[in-house]
């Protein structure tokens, strides 16, 4: 039976950004890790779902960190993108009940419209405006009707050592542009990869209520602070220029004020996140 600290943990997307870093500070303790990645299973598929995860129905839990991640594409590959992130969820979230396993899952602000002048709470009505935030939000819905047991994370503008994100793509330009124009208009909270991997390895072993959480660096800050942030941390002379979103156009709009609020996680005592500066602050150091 599951105790806590030496448990069979399933991994789906283990070759993600976020599966990547779950996957090695997971490895690192007691547990038992089977790692999945898009070329063992198809989560979109039921019966793939099901050949794939059969040698693994002794598991304790299963993290899901397999998603169709590409919010601008979505508005043209809706389908694709609601089958991975809506029906998808519920064929993994449906196979775990059936075989009373629990699951963690990851879902994202973009469940909100981003007109809330405060920071978003777990029970604040839900209104995507995007259809990546659309497919997420039928993730949302698939998990919590399957019945099964186990913790819904939405987490919000991610990186890591892994995957292609804001400060790669920002440290990149700014190398090769003297001035570089962002908005300054989204509000939100960076979050660093392996502080979410830390905060599921606690999880693992303290075990807390079941339920839907927030979970973000503490603190708030816009893409264009930030960007002033990482690079000023680099000594890179590249000025940024703040805008309003309205003159940088992209095919999926984003939520403006998408700060959640992440007092209900803390007060559980579990793992308390580092500040958003503190946390890139670490990051850059591990890049260096
Ligand atoms: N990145 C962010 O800023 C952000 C923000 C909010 C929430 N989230 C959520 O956080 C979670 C992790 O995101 P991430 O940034 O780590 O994403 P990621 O780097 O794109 O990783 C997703 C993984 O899922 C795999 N995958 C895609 N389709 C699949 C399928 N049909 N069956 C099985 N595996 C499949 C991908 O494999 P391939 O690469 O081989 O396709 C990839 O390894 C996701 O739930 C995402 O929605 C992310």
Redesign the pocket.
């Known amino acids: 039976m599951y105790n806590g600290f030496m448990s069979q943990v399933i991994i ?2 283990a ?5 990547i870093d779950i996957v090695s500070v997971l490895s690192s303790e007691a547990h038992q890790i089977h790692t999945l ?3 063992d ?4 598929n039921p019966i793939s779902v099901d050949t794939a995860l059969s040698a693994y129905s002794k598991a304790d839990i299963l993290i899901n ?5 590409k919010v601008d594409q979505a508005e043209t590959e809706f389908d694709r993108a609601q089958a ?2 809506g029906f ?1 969820v519920g064929n993994v979230a449906r196979w775990c009940k059936a075989h009373q396993i629990e699951m963690i899952h ?5 469940v909100f419209n981003g007109l809330k002048p405060t920071p978003y709470i777990e029970t604040d009505p839900t209104c995507p405006i995007n259809r990546y935030g659309e497919s ?1 939000l039928k993730g949302e819905t698939e998990f919590l009707e399957s019945g099964v047991q186990g913790y819904l994370f939405r ?4 990186y890591g050592h892994n ?1 292609s ?1 804001f400060i790669k793509t920002i440290s990149r330009l700014a190398k090769e542009r003297p001035t570089l124009s962002i908005v300054a208009d989204q509000w939100g909270s960076p979050t660093w ?1 392996m502080e979410i991997a830390r905060m599921i390895s606690q999880v693992l072993i303290q075990k807390p209520p079941y339920g839907i959480y927030h979970f973000a660096s503490d603190g708030y800050t816009c893409w264009a602070d930030f960007a002033k942030y990482f690079l000023s941390l680099q000594n890179s002379p590249c000025d940024i220029i703040s805008i309003p979103s309205s003159q940088y156009p992209t095919p999926a709009t984003r939520p403006l004020q998408s700060r959640m609020d992440i007092s209900q996680w803390r007060s559980l005592g579990v793992y308390s996140p580092l500040t958003w500066q503190k946390s890139v602050q670490l990051f850059l150091k591990e890049e260096h």
Do not use: R
């Open positions: 789906l997307g070759k993600g950004m976020l599966g990645g898009s070329q299973i198809d989560i979109s960190c397999a998603a169709y991640t991975i992130n998808g990851f879902s994202t602000d973009y997420k987490v919000q503008w991610l995957g994100h990869t």
